[in-house]
């Protein structure tokens, strides 16, 4: 059902949810989904863990394996610093009138 409240197009309508969710999406389903209160601030927060955290933590994982085998105290924190330095740099580069020449 939350597939088809996402995909579809104009109004969401109760009977519009329970035509789109398919198999197992009857009127009485959809009606007992809405008649429920839903605890949003942990559902929110296992939506963020799973889709937007875990992936970040996948990441800075690996990148910070490349670097640790140059340095071993090489920290999450160092990392953070290093993305945003090399940011600071890329957005300085864009407002130059004239932009400098590649360093290995």
């Known amino acids: 059902m939350a597939w088809a409240m996402l995909v579809m197009p104009g109004r969401v309508t109760m009977l519009g949810i ?4 398919g ?3 009857s009127d009485r389903t959809v009606q007992r989904l809405f008649s429920q209160a839903l605890p949003w601030a942990m559902l929110c927060w296992v939506f963020f863990r799973q889709h937007v955290h875990r992936p970040m933590v996948n990441v800075a994982s690996h990148l910070q394996a490349d670097v640790r085998q140059r340095d071993p105290d090489y920290s999450i924190l160092e990392l953070k610093a290093d993305c945003r330095g090399s940011t600071s740099v890329e957005e300085t580069i864009k407002m130059l009138p004239e932009k400098p020449e590649p360093v290995l």
């Open 23 to 25: 198999k197992g999406g």
């Open 18 to 21: 329970s035509r789109w969710a």
